[in-house]
């Protein structure tokens, strides 16, 4: 099946700072979500990106679906932020998941 | 959002007894997946119907089973429950290739 891999596994932030979550897969996909899961438990969609740019207030993330990987930007992070982030790829029928990037932002 | 509802957002059982986990997704979901997520573990694949049907299954022990219903609403029966099924059980439903996750139960194994 389809490898998924996301760098760094964890991260510990000061508030207001930037950071980049990377996410790789290991065969050519049609579908890339980004989701945060936050302390409840819940996955949150954040973005569904199989390729090009977006943005969502100060998030953003790139999709390079040639060279298989995808990139989530956090930036000015806020507390709110804290949480799992978790890449996820569509292949083989089912939805793929990384191990996820374990973010911390601390006040 | 595009809102999969999932009931009970909470359960525990003792062990060898049987649970019933249900997901209501929004008409438009064309396929129902089932995802179980350990503690501290990404989320892992069960099984997903497409169209009522069952499409694919993954790591889905034995004692699991699942079914999609006219209504399109799907329900994870699990029996002889284990310590280790101790988990948070999602229902995601897809629309034009994308999913969309409902709150998830959180069943405890006791």
């Known amino acids: 099946g389809i490898q998924v891999e996301q760098s760094p596994p964890d991260l510990i932030l000061q508030e207001g700072a930037n950071s980049t979550l990377r996410c790789n897969f290991s065969?050519?996909?049609?579908?890339l979500q980004w989701f945060h899961q936050n302390p409840w438990g819940q996955l949150i969609n954040l973005f569904y990106i199989p390729s090009g740019t977006k943005q969502n207030g100060r998030l953003s993330a790139t999709t390079v679906a040639t060279e298989r990987y995808s990139l989530l930007y956090i930036s000015s992070s806020q507390t709110t932020d804290s949480g799992v982030y978790f890449c996820?790829?569509?292949?083989?029928?089912?939805?793929?998941f990384g191990k996820g990037n374990q973010v911390v932002v601390i006040p | 959002a595009a809102g999969v509802i999932q009931s009970p957002r909470h359960l525990i059982k003792e062990k060898r007894e049987t649970a019933t986990l249900k997901c209501y997704p929004i008409?438009?979901?064309?396929?129902v997946y089932w995802y179980q997520q350990g503690p501290g573990q990404d989320p892992q694949f069960l099984i997903s119907?497409?169209?009522?049907?069952?499409?694919d299954k993954g790591s889905i022990p034995d004692r699991f089973s699942a079914q999609q219903f006219s209504d399109y609403h799907s329900e994870l029966n699990m029996s002889s429950l284990e310590l280790g099924d101790s988990a948070l059980y999602f229902c995601?439903?897809?629309?034009?290739?994308?999913?969309?996750f409902g709150q998830g139960t959180r069943l405890t194994v006791v």
């Open positions: 119907f497409y169209e009522k049907m069952q499409s």
């Open positions: 996820a790829v569509y292949g083989n029928n089912r939805l793929a």
């Open positions: 995601a439903g897809r629309e034009n290739t994308e999913a969309f």
């Open positions: 065969d050519s996909v049609n579908n």
């Open positions: 008409p438009r979901h064309d396929t």
